[in-house]
């Protein structure tokens, strides 16, 4: 991956459902003894090399007696081992094209870092700001991010930013924020004390629906609206929404397509295991399901929601510590199903993200290991989602 970017570029800014999750002091002590593993099993495989050449003293070894130095040089010559941090800041994904267009799909609190990545470096000197949001629900933990997005209080040349979402979606920023009415209602301020009028930035909504044939349905507030089957043109980039099962709570999915890649973005969707195969809800998971793999056909990139196992998703075996319990219609998928799903729609690189927060890392690590055996000489590649994760397409 060099700098420039030749078609689309994805960063995985937040891939932890839920809510925000950081290690645990048990978790950054076995962090700390796989280093340590790691440095004293290269230390020896160095050792037993050397005393095969008959070079053993402290000059050869470490280039002198052992200070400071010599040890942080060998230390450095040994390097340290790839043991990857997978949660922290809750789901926003960057896409960038290769003309600086920029999208970002939802709000977690992932957007911090990408905000501050966006004002301090990328757009520092950018005249044109129009920054594009598109959110798949109105969960807290795929808008949380916003109030402490810099790009909202950037002056001079503040930013525009245009979001998109369901109707749910904008009015729960309206309601917090007063983004769109530019109103103070009773509960702007409730999550944060910023609002509209302390934020520089200039917010457009546009409501995805699916607008009936004539096209007269008023959107739900103080923003315009979209049609849910046309895509939304940003410069070269197509962005498709479409539904996807969610439990009670609607959401969608998007597709970012430029130059025959395509990228599909599919948070917290739910493939329902249920009894009953007439229930309501299960034939919506089913047809969710059906509109999820026609869009990931042949797609180059996806990020998807794996947050359970099967076992823990029939309530069968415990997550990390917490109870047992059934996950149906809690709106989450399961790894297996995920992997099978990648396969069958040949998805070339499949990101499994949305995390649990009771998931522990040494379980992540082994799950992943797991993943790459599975994927090893295979044309599709799954893996664990991880933060900060470069995908170019
Ligand atoms: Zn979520
Ligand atoms: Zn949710």
Known sequence: MGDTIKNLRVTLWGVQGSCPYFPTPH?????????AVHTL????????????????????????????????????????????????DTTCIEVEDADGNIVILDGGTGIRNCALNLVNKKWADRKDRTLYIF??????????????????????????????????????LDDRFGLFSRETKKVVSRDAPVNYAIMAAKFEGYEIRDIEEDGTIPPHGPWGVH???????VGRMTITPFEVYHGTTPCLGYVVERKG?????????????????????????????????????????????????????????????????????????????????AQQCRVKRTYIGHHDPDREWGEQVKTDEELARLSRDKPYHV?????STVIDI
């Open 227 to 233: 049609d849910l089957g046309s895509p939304v043109k």
């Open 261 to 341: 890649k395509k990228f599909v973005f599919c948070t917290d969707h739910e493939l329902r295991h249920g009894n009953d195969p007439k229930h309501p809800s299960q034939v919506e998971s089913e047809r969710a399901e059906a509109r999820l793999r026609m869009h990931l056909q042949d797609a180059h990139a996806a990020y998807m929601d794996g947050q359970y196992f099967m076992a823990e998703y029939m309530g069968i075996r415990a997550i990390g510590h917490a109870s047992a319990a059934p996950r149906i219609d809690w709106g989450h998928s399961c790894v297996e199903d995920v992997v099978a799903r």
């Open 383 to 387: 893996e664990l989602a991880k933060g």
């Open 41 to 88: 099993t290269k230390a020896f495989e160095d050792l037993a090399q050397r005393m095969r050449e008959g070079k053993v003293s402290y000059e050869t070894w470490l280039g002198g007696p052992p200070t400071k130095q010599t040890i942080e040089e060998y230390q450095r010559k040994l390097g340290l081992p790839n043991l990857p941090v997978f949660g922290g």
């Open 135 to 172: 959110g798949s629900h109105e969960h807290l933990d795929h808008r949380n991010g916003l109030p402490f997005a810099t790009f909202c209080f950037v002056r001079p040349n503040s930013y525009t930013i245009k979001i998109y979402g369901n109707g749910s979606f904008l009015a729960s």
């Open 27 to 35: 978790e950054v002590a076995e962090f700390v003894r796989m280093a």
